[in-house]
């Protein structure tokens, strides 16, 4: 719904900026209204907290026909004050995409809010340790690739460490089934 952030991850494969702009939200609106009742509408950007108009335009989609709405944020976009009023407009779900390395801050997130919060973690970009972390806090975590464009274009992950850390997750999420 937006190209605006202020973050400026250089792994970002939108490739969103300071210069980005915002979405016509009515335009939005009344598109996303023609799709069918009993979906999930995921609002991202750019930071979607920026836009002007967040809370109308959840609040429009969440009232239309039982259309479930969701939305995905960098922690470093994160304005509790914002999300709040976003809930209360009928936002459901949070996707958090953690600063790699970074995690204290927000592990509790999900009892401030009190709407499901994923976090996503980037192949190659967030560590094993940090997802294991967030996985044995017992928070529910989307693992997602890398993307080669935007910014993250002339980036090279390293993901070797990966493939013995992704079966020693899956072995210790067997473990406490």
């Known amino acids: 719904i937006t190209d605006y952030c202020d973050v ?10 300071k210069s980005g702009k915002h979405c016509d939200h009515v335009e939005l609106v009344n598109r ?28 429009k989609l969440s009232k239309d026909q039982g259309k479930l709405i969701s939305m995905t944020v960098n922690q470093g976009s994160i304005d509790l004050d914002k999300i709040i009023s976003c809930v209360n407009s009928g936002l459901r779900a949070l996707g958090v995409s953690p600063k790699p390395g970074k995690h204290e801050s927000i592990l509790e997130l999900d009892s401030f809010i009190k709407i499901p919060v994923v976090y996503h973690m980037i192949l190659g970009i967030h560590s094993p340790e940090q997802i294991e972390k967030y996985l044995l806090s017992g928070k529910k975590v989307l693992i997602l690739g890398y993307k080669c464009f935007g910014r993250a274009v ?24």
Do not use: M
């Open 8 to 17: 400026g991850c250089k792994f970002c494969y939108e490739d969103s900026g």
């Open 32 to 59: 996303l209204t023609e799709l069918p009742g009993g979906i999930e509408i995921a609002l991202g950007g750019g930071n979607p907290l920026s836009h002007p108009e967040i809370e109308y335009i959840i609040e």
């Open 154 to 177: 002339n980036q090279k992950p390293e993901i070797s460490e990966w493939i013995p850390a992704v079966k020693r997750i899956k072995h210790r999420n067997q473990r406490y089934r």
